[in-house]
């Protein structure tokens, strides 16, 4: 277990003497005419970075926050709550969408409907590893196509116009069949304003380190940003992987969830500053009553607070005197209810150090992948893969897809 002492830097070992910026040690991230400062970007995640989630982090913090992936053909069809996950508020900006889609026409009509509606980014994902998705030859399955991956992302560029349009790949199906230099030149030749790389493997989900030294690879190999993504858990992680493989900008995930306030954390030490100490338990219940206000007041009530049972053990994770309570977040069906419960915590409980290093939202373990049969006996074919028609099927592709990247 890691514990901190008094007077010392509330960071794991591997972060303690690692020196916040210096001036002028790390530059704005540049998308188009956006300026990105901290260059620091809130990863898109599925059930997750809606915009009450968004909200938060941004008035905690500075950067840009990407909202989940949004399904084309779901945006196309007029789901409704396809249309409320890509809607905002007056207040955001920029705005920021990431789009799921595997047809250059739908990507192509998704995007222009986008941008007349004001969107300020928008990003692809080509990342998502999820069974259903890849065997009929959609998410991650993608940039083994490359002539396929550019049609789409010369769809997208064409319509975004002088809207950034970037896109987020892993590093391949699996150690045997890399393709993140394949998707870079792809995505430098077709005009996108930047590639985001998750230095995992489809085959790797979320487990063992993300592999930093892909991420150094690729911005060797292309002239346009690269965002480095994987294990920014704490803000020092950040300048690390920064200074160890010179990325453009961070892409932040799993390290935010119930911990909004990282992106405080990151704005500090890039300003070279150290951070305030994370904050106790009773201030935690604040933020989190804060997060599910917002959710109701978007979701309303009911499908709101339902969001939150997953939040609460997120929040509390790590907090020992939490532990009596963290079942019943799972079950909360009300504001009030979950207020009450939020009252019952200790207030004093000092933020443990060892929640920095829990994991929340996936589990370990690995994948063999599934593609579609033949997918790889001609990697140049650039036809988009056929979605399920069957409606119960597309249902659950769409819920797969879900699921995230
Ligand atoms: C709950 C969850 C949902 C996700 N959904 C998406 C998604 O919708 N689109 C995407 O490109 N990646 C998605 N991801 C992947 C993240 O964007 C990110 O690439 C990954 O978590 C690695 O970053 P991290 O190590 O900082 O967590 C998801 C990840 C999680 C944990």
Redesign the pocket.
């Given at each position: 277990m890691v514990e901190a002492h008094p007077g010392e830097r509330f960071s794991t070992p591997k972060n303690r003497g690692v020196p916040a910026g210096a001036p002028g040690e790390f530059a704005p991230l540049k998308l188009g005419a956006l300026h990105v400062w901290p260059p620091v970007v809130l990863?898109?995640?599925?059930?997750?970075?809606n915009h009450p989630f968004r909200s938060l982090c941004r008035e905690f913090g500075a950067g840009l926050y990407v909202s989940?992936?949004i399904t084309a053909r779901g945006f196309l069809n007029g789901h409704r709550m396809t249309h409320l996950l890509a809607s905002s508020r007056v207040d955001e900006h920029p705005r920021s969408i990431?789009v799921?889609g595997s047809d250059p026409m739908d990507v192509g009509e998704m995007v222009r409907r986008l941008v007349d509606d004001g969107v300020d980014h928008i990003?692809i994902?080509f990342?998502?590893p999820v069974r259903k998705v890849t065997r009929h030859g959609g998410g991650a399955a993608i940039p083994v196509k490359p002539r396929l991956m550019a049609r789409i992302v010369r769809a997208g560029v064409r319509s975004a116009g002088a809207v950034p349009f970037t896109i987020?790949v892993?590093k391949g199906i699996d150690e045997g069949l890399t393709t993140h230099l394949d998707s870079g030149r792809v995505a430098q030749e077709e005009g996108a304003a930047a590639i985001?790389l998750?230095a995992?493997t489809a085959a790797e989900l979320?487990s063992g380190s993300?592999d930093w030294n892909a991420i150094a690879e690729l911005v060797e190999a292309v002239d346009i940003p690269v965002l480095g993504?994987?294990?920014?858990?704490e803000p020092w992680d950040a300048l690390r992987m920064m200074r160890e493989t010179s990325c453009a900008g961070v892409?932040?995930?799993?390290?935010c969830?119930g911990r909004p306030w990282l992106f405080a954390e990151l704005a500090r030490v890039f300003d070279g500053c150290e951070p305030e100490r994370p904050p106790d338990l009773g201030r935690v219940g604040e933020i989190l009553l804060d997060h599910a206000r917002r959710l109701a007041e978007f979701f309303g009530e009911r499908t709101g607070i339902r969001q939150m049972r997953k939040w609460g053990g997120w929040y509390t994770k790590g907090f020992a005197h939490a532990a009596s309570v963290r079942d019943r977040f799972g079950r909360i069906e009300s504001l009030a209810e979950l207020e009450e419960l939020v009252r019952e915590l200790p207030q004093d409980e000092p933020f443990p150090l060892r929640a920095l290093t829990v994991n929340?939202?996936?589990r370990g373990g690995t994948q063999t992948v599934t593609l579609p049969a033949g997918y790889l006996d001609d990697r140049d074919d650039d036809t988009p893969p056929k979605s399920p028609h069957r409606p119960e099927e597309l249902e659950a592709w769409e819920r797969a897809?879900?699921?995230?990247?």
């Open positions: 990863a898109p995640m599925a059930g997750v970075t989940e992936m990431q799921y990003d994902n990342g998502c987020k892993r985001g998750h995992r979320y993300a993504n994987g294990d920014v858990w892409i932040v995930g799993r390290g969830l929340r939202a996936k897809l879900a699921s995230g990247g």
